[in-house]
């Protein structure tokens, strides 16, 4: 966190003329929390391994991201965080899940985030985590997603042909460039020096950050059974989009959740108890 404090204080200083490096650090770098002590406690009784995800788009080289499982059942559950956040910020879900029979529930810190080290992260190195787990561990039954993670998801399992069981979308992002956007706006970044960083986006990975946008790029078919949670009021993952999404994708079923907002809908005891009693339903393995 005190490094991106540096780097938002550092492009307010120089709004005239912010530095391209810069704007691609503040993007790209995700602030980290340490753990609480509760959280620390649910760690310290999981399996804890680490995976490999390669990384083509900062360091062309391997990264490791740490992994953390609860209980053995037959049903795998996997919980893709968001990003500046960490495998243990679902903690109550977990705790929660924990209480459901044959389940081994699996998370992990994806590069950059929590403790999996790397200087820079971004949604692709999240979706080849996801692609990691269920390649050299064990292939998800459950997946779900938080913000960022829910995109990430989406994108693992339309590149692995794989379809789980359930997928469960809480808040989950629709258009990254947006995102984007909405980051630059928030240091005072104005929109010629957003179209430079826009414009060196799509050089580096190669496609444009608009490439990004899960109305177009979802292919899941429509027998999956896809559970998307959302607060209407939610301004990181702004509704318009959503419901654009949902629009398109009849089959999803959805549930409003009313001042959750983007974050603390992971706490809700209501959206806790829904997810719950989906994973609860599903036939006996």
Avoid at 29 to 35: A, D, G, H, T, V
Avoid at 50 to 55: E, I, W, Y
Avoid at 208 to 221: C, D, I, K, R, V
Avoid at 253 to 261: I, M, N, P, Q, R
Wanted: one cysteine or more; glycine letters at 4%; charged letters at 20%.
């Amino acid at each position: 966190m005190k490094r991106l404090k540096q780097i938002v204080n550092e492009l307010k200083l120089t709004q005239a003329a912010p530095d391209a490096a810069l704007m691609r650090e503040f993007i790209f770098y995700s602030p980290k929390m340490p753990l609480r002590l509760h959280q620390e406690q649910l760690v310290a009784v999981s399996k804890q391994f680490s995976l490999k995800v390669f990384d083509t788009y900062f360091t062309n080289a391997n990264v490791t991201i740490n992994c953390f499982s609860w209980g053995n059942g037959r049903r795998k559950v996997l919980l893709t965080h968001g990003w500046a956040s960490k495998a243990l910020d679902f903690y109550e879900l977990i705790v929660e899940l924990q209480k459901i029979d044959d389940l081994e529930i699996i998370a992990f810190d994806a590069p950059g985030n929590g403790s999996s080290i790397s200087e820079f992260s971004n949604l692709m190195l999240y979706a080849e985590s996801v692609k990691s787990i269920a390649l050299n561990y064990t292939q998800p039954d459950v997946l779900i997603g938080h913000s960022l993670g829910g995109m990430a998801n989406v994108i693992a399992l339309q590149e692995l042909g794989l379809t789980p069981d359930l997928l469960i979308s809480i808040a989950p992002l629709i258009r990254l460039k947006e995102n984007f956007e909405q980051s630059l706006d928030s240091v005072n970044i104005g929109n010629k020096d957003q179209d430079i960083f826009f414009s060196n986006f799509a050089k580096e990975f190669p496609v444009p950050a608009s490439h990004f946008n899960l109305t177009e790029l979802y292919q899941l078919g429509s027998d999956l059974n896809h559970f998307l949670a959302f607060d209407p009021a939610d301004h990181i993952s702004p509704y318009p989009f959503l419901k654009e999404f949902l629009d398109k994708y009849p089959a999803i079923s959805s549930k409003s959740f009313e001042d959750v907002g983007h974050y603390k809908i992971l706490r809700s005891v209501e959206v806790i108890e829904d997810i719950v009693d989906r994973i609860s339903a599903l036939p006996m393995l």
